[in-house]
Each structure stands twice: as C-alpha cells, then as structure tokens.
C-alpha cells in the first residue's frame, strides 16, 4: 500500500511544472497594457539634457508577466525604425503586473546640439515591442549625436511601482 502511495505521490510531483505551467500568468499584451512617457515635471531636463520615465500599466482584469517585451525603439512619422544607440540596454523585470500595476523605466539622452559638427533628430514615436504587438507612443522630442553617428540613449534599470490610483 505504502508504495502506491509513494509512486502517486511522485507521479503527482511530477506534473506540477507542467500543472503550473498550464495555469501560468500570460505575458502582457497591447490589449491590456498602456504606455505612459511622464516627464516628471522637468526633473530630467538640463541645459543640453532630457529625459522621461517610460511607465507600462497593466489595465487588464488579470496579471500579467512583462518577460517578453522587447527592446524600445524609434519611428519617424512614417513608421521608418530611426537608429539609436543604448548606452545601457536593461532587461525588462521578470517580474509580475497585478490589475492596475505598474512599472517605470528612466530615460535619459542630450537633447541640445552640444557637439561640433553635430546633428538632431525628432523621432515622431517610441514603440515597446510586446507579446502580439507593440505599444506607441508619441514622442517629438530632439535626440542630438555628433555627426556620422547615431544619437545615445541611456536606459535606467526598471522599477515596480504602485498600482495606479
């Protein structure tokens, strides 16, 4: 008796990894995830500098997992990919969004043209590649880079915040 319990009891270990598995959180999708750019009220703005919190909320009635966004880009105003260079490229956290939770990411970059010779560029949007799509937002701020290359971007490592108000 004792053995078939055992053998049971192991085969029912087993199948947790697939159990949970089946009954996983999903990753986040456009459907129910929003973007925010906020601009924290000037906070990263500097006499040739700017910057952003990127903010991913998830509106969904469900949890969701932000395991696979990938990387940000940028679009000029006919969806063209606009070359940047990532001083620090940050993973997106492993982490979980509840309802209504959110995450933020800082991002910083030299807004004026400070370099001789040196050019600017205003991309027309920034895109959060998701599972099943991406996420965009209207960007129009100016990106400058010494010429011949393409503008820095500095990416944070990202934060978990408060669920929204």
Same mark, same amino acid.
């Given at each position: ?60 009635? @469900?949890?969701?997992?932000?395991? /696979?966004?990938? &990387?940000?880009?940028? +679009?000029?105003?006919?969806?063209? *990919?606009? !070359?940047? #260079? ?54 129009? @701020?100016?990106?400058?880079?010494? /010429?011949?290359? &393409?503008?820095?971007? +500095?990416?944070?490592?990202?934060? *978990?915040? !408060?669920? #929204?108000?």
């Amino acid at each position: 008796m004792m053995r078939w319990l055992a053998a049971g009891v192991a085969l029912g270990l087993s199948c947790l990894p697939v159990c949970a598995h089946a009954h996983g959180v999903r990753d986040c999708t456009p459907r129910h995830t929003v973007m925010v750019l906020d601009d924290g009220q000037g906070a990263f703005d500097g006499m040739m500098h700017g910057g952003m919190w990127l903010v991913v909320r998830n509106t969904g009635m @469900r949890a969701c997992t932000l395991a /696979s966004v990938g &990387p940000i880009s940028f +679009e000029d105003g006919h969806h063209h *990919a606009i !070359p940047v #260079r990532w001083q620090q490229a940050v993973a997106m956290p492993d982490g979980v969004l509840p309802p209504g939770g959110q995450a933020r990411t800082a991002l910083r970059w030299v807004s004026g043209n400070a370099f001789d010779p040196g050019y600017c560029i205003t991309p027309a949007t920034l895109v959060l590649s998701l599972h099943k799509g991406a996420l965009r937002q209207s960007f129009g @701020r100016s990106l400058c880079a010494l /010429s011949g290359t &393409p503008p820095a971007l +500095e990416q944070q490592p990202w934060q *978990a915040g !408060p669920a #929204r108000q």
